[in-house]
């Protein structure tokens, strides 16, 4: 009888039709309700305030529920049946604060990075207009002048324009740039690196192992460490992406609250779904929330370098500007707001420095109490970073 009631499902999904409802197929794997994308009946009740990350398709063998999308407000944090069910579809790494990795409490490390970010809202003055406005004229100067310098780079990406910055951070390799950077300063391109022996203990005059090789493991230690809090904090937040939104408002589903020169540019936009929003016009964003911004969390290089090294002015500097710049590439490509960015620089800092003085204790046989000072004293708070003028301490001197 399973097996029957099974067929019949498969039958109705191929010819189109299930619950009253039509799907169509995306690349022959994915089912997408297009209610949520070509009628107006679901959105009819559908209130500005309630706009959140909705970017996700269910594929044929898990039918989404009648009336599951779009998902709102009150429908983050995930959990029970929305997290049940979102596991099911192809939304990216679904974790929540009760995961086996998560070891400290997110909703601390959250505060501590500054509380949930700004959602939208029905009124024109509220916060999360101004970095959605940022956004959109990012993507304009991106288009029609591109060699605009709106970050500062580093060595590395020095003669890039904006758009091939945003193809640097396009699907690549994790740890790739943080890799290559690693790598000049392992030949001294930026002076000579010398271990704190008080974080990473003396073993012999000539370090290789607890060098080269142990600052190549931090590098990915530090992105596999920090991953499953920043999707969980995505999907306890829930923000929806900027081309989620710009895509709300060039379809008129919102316009209630939303200031009337954003929804003039939206309007002017020439594009004809969301993803031709961003850099990316085949993809557009990746199937997961926007806030905190992985990227930004799996580039915290400036931060752990700074506590196993007696780093010098130099390498901070260019440490401290690949960290800037992948993050604030994905606002160049138009997949992130500027403050998803920010918070996961800082998160990915609170996770590390409660995990350090453990981690080179048991690895290194560090002095745990040395690598605590040492992580204090190196904290630096992204909210404070000017792109204008990025290495303050070069200046000084």
């Not at 039509?22 to 994915?30: A, H, K, M, P």
């Not at 009150?74 to 596991?87: A, E, H, M, Q």
């Not at 080269?212 to 991953?227: Q, R």
């Not at 998803?340 to 409660?354: C, F, K, S, T, Y």
């Amino acid at each position: 009888m399973r097996f029957v009631r099974r067929t019949l499902v498969l039958f109705l999904l191929h010819q189109g039709h299930i619950g009253g409802q039509r799907y169509e197929y995306i690349d022959n794997d994915y089912l997408w309700d297009k209610n949520f994308d070509d009628d107006d009946n679901e959105w009819s009740r559908f209130k500005t305030e309630d706009l959140r990350f909705n970017k996700f398709y269910f594929p044929r063998y898990a039918l989404p529920p009648t009336g599951f999308k779009p998902l709102i407000k009150n429908d983050y944090p995930i959990s029970g049946f929305v997290n049940r069910t979102l596991r099911t579809s192809d939304a990216i790494s679904v974790i929540t604060p009760d995961d086996y990795e998560i070891v400290y409490n997110l909703p601390r490390i959250i505060d501590a990075v500054g509380g949930l970010p700004p959602q939208p809202e029905a009124h024109v003055n509220a916060k999360f207009w101004e970095l959605l406005q940022h956004v959109i004229d990012v993507q304009e100067i991106r288009q029609t002048r591109p060699y605009t310098r709106l970050l500062p780079l580093p060595d590395l990406w020095k003669d890039a324009d904006l758009n091939q910055v945003a193809e640097y951070v396009r699907n690549e390799y994790p740890g790739k740039y943080q890799s290559l950077l690693l790598a000049d300063i392992l030949n001294e391109k930026y002076g000579e690196v010398i271990l704190d022996y008080n974080c990473v203990p003396y073993r012999t005059d000539s370090m290789f192992l607890r060098k080269n090789f142990m600052l190549a493991s931090m590098n990915t230690w530090a992105m596999s460490l920090v991953g499953p809090y920043i999707f969980a904090a995505k999907y306890y937040c829930g923000r929806a992406r900027p081309e989620e939104v710009v895509w709300a408002i060039k379809t008129g589903r919102i316009s209630n609250g939303v200031p009337h020169a954003i929804q003039r540019k939206v309007a002017n936009l020439d594009i004809s779904n969301a993803q031709e929003f961003t850099a990316y016009k085949e993809e557009g964003c990746p199937r997961h929330p926007a806030w905190p911004a992985m990227h930004a969390a799996s580039t915290s290089m400036s931060f752990w370098l700074s506590v196993v090294l007696e780093i010098n002015d130099e390498q901070l500097c260019q440490a401290r500007l690949m960290d800037y710049g992948i993050s604030y590439a994905r606002t160049v490509a138009g997949v992130h707001y500027e403050d998803d960015n920010i918070a996961g620089l800082n998160m990915a800092q609170e996770v590390l420095a409660r995990a350090l003085p453990k981690y080179l204790k048991e690895r290194y046989n560090a002095d745990p109490k040395a690598v605590a000072r040492k992580v204090f004293m190196n904290r630096f708070d992204w909210r404070n970073f000017d792109p204008n003028d990025p290495c303050p301490f070069l200046r000084s001197k």
